[in-house]
């Protein structure tokens, strides 16, 4: 499998013409984005165990069961992570699908993301991913779909290319919809993305959060 694909991305001005301020602040850069000239790029996949009276940080536990401080700013994005269907994987949908190698030239899904028609084309193409070592995250258009009982097999294209992705019936499948600072709550599960401060704090740029107690899958 050959993971050097050329990112096909939409410009920033082309994104935000396409998304409302809030999501389009929290998808237009994707994982693999630096924020070099303020501190190192960090992820924190975690759940939220307090947060300050202010409403200005958050102290979290991540997946691995290290305490983190995350700060947030008024620039700050907060997107729901909400729950959805491979149903909503129809011909034509814009998705996005996390996958591993899978036989073949095949994907193996490891999630799919349903996203709605006012983030179509964003992140478009395939690229690499941080959810697991080895993984893809591929951002296209349904151009097939069969089904069988051990689940589906899409077609997923995108400008200079295609990825063929097998998605166990299993797969957990999400989408977005704007959020608020209200949503992050104790107890809520999020996904903070932003830069590595000085005296170790995250600050961060947009945060993912489940909402009603789901746990983003990303």
Known sequence: MDYSCKRQTLTTETAMKKLGPTLAA????????AFAQNGPAVTARATIESVAADGASLAVRTRDGKQETVRLNDKTAVTLVVPASLSDAKKGAFIGVAALPGEG??????????????MRGLGE???????????????????ARVDSVQGS???VTYKGGQQTI?????????????????????????IARGTRAADGTIEAARILVGKDSLVPPM
């Open 26 to 33: 929290a998808f237009v850069l994707s994982a693999a984005s």
């Open 105 to 118: 030239d095949e994907l193996k899904a490891m999630e799919v993301h349903i996203f709605p028609e006012s």
């Open 125 to 143: 193409g395939f690229r690499p991913f941080d959810l697991a070592p080895g993984s893809t995250m591929t951002n296209g258009s349904v151009a």
């Open 153 to 155: 097999k899409l077609t």
């Open 166 to 190: 097998v998605v166990d019936p299993k797969a957990p499948v999400v989408g977005f919809a704007p959020g608020s600072r209200s949503d992050l709550k104790p107890g809520a599960a999020l």
